[in-house]
């Protein structure tokens, strides 16, 4: 085999397929990328249990032939100057070179590598659009130990929905045109592409055990979480958004992002020190503010002055500032729409300006410390009525 090929095509080619290689891996086959010259172009392939993902370029072939490299190649290419790079595979090692320059890798052959998998069925589909729903799902997912299957997204395509959700949040895009068999990928392993996947406007999809992503020059095949994704996780959605809510406001999201952050540094001093680490929102006599007390550290309140509320005068709901300050940032109107149903109740954040995505979080019980203040001031109370 031997080859020359530009320097940024062949790093791009080996940086994407080496995200698809496992630095752990049990086989030392799947520790390497397998190098392969097809008549005008070489291509590169990484293989893993979660993903496979092929991609190709332009080369200038002398002399066909395959190897198998240590992933760490994508590095050492890294290394050399702009222009053409020469490939030559010796005895027992995979020449590399331009100019003076030379790294001469130990390979092992191909045929130990495991067979390309073959995915069918592949239609096209508005890349950026599904990209989208991906990212704005995402935020809801992530890895809950002893249920692997929560740090997946559920692809439903007869439903036409993504949904991805970790028990204490959800998010849900519907109305989203696919085709194929109900799929679950990593979100973690899908994660890696979605820059790449998104950049192209004639991409090719497919979905099932293996959910195939596709353009002329890649492939990207991404493993579905075994298990199932819980039912209930799209019908909480779904129910609690045709429920009328007693309380609907509307944000500035500006003023909403900036008052979460001040909350999320208080969150993550307290639970640095094992503290409650919880913000609690209140609207009582036409003012909304968000506030913390963390225990040995210090108190804060944040107002929220732009806001529009109808329903309910006199409100209050604990959650996690971290996750919803995530989902704020992925709201792209100016506005921020919350609907809140009770104290312990999940509530929903909607998007006016795109209305397929809705994210519920689940609120949390009050802490105990307030919970045991408001009990001496209910005592209080009673012993005054004596």
Known sequence: MEFTVDKDK???CLSTVSKAVSSKA?????????????????MFRGVSASAEVTMSCPANIEKEGACCVDAIVA???????EGEIKFKKGKGRLSITQGKRRHQPVFVESTDFPEKLTKEDYVPIDGRKFVNALSRCAIAGGEVSGRPILGSYLIDPEHNFILAGD????ALYKDIDLVGEKASPSIKALGGFLNMIGGEDKLEVSFGTWSGFRTESWEILINSIEGE???I??????NTLAEEPPLKIKFSKS???RALGVCSLYSSRALKDGKQHHTVFSLKGGEAVLAMDVTDFSEMTEPLETFEAEGLDEFEIW?????LLEVIGQIAAPTVEVRFFATLKPFLVLDEADPNYTYLQVAMALPKSVREARKQDVEVEKEGDF
Do not use: C, M, R
């Open 75 to 81: 590095n050492l290419i890294s290394s050399f100057n």
């Open 233 to 238: 996780a799209k019908d909480a959605v779904l």
């Open 26 to 42: 049990v086989n030392p086959i799947l520790g390497t990328i397998l190098i392969e010259t097809q008549e005008d172009k070489v």
């Open 319 to 323: 959650f996690n500032p971290k996750d």
């Open 167 to 170: 028990g204490s949040q959800i």
């Open 10 to 12: 062949v790093l791009a």
């Open 255 to 257: 003023e909403l992002e």
């Open 229 to 231: 994704f819980p039912a």
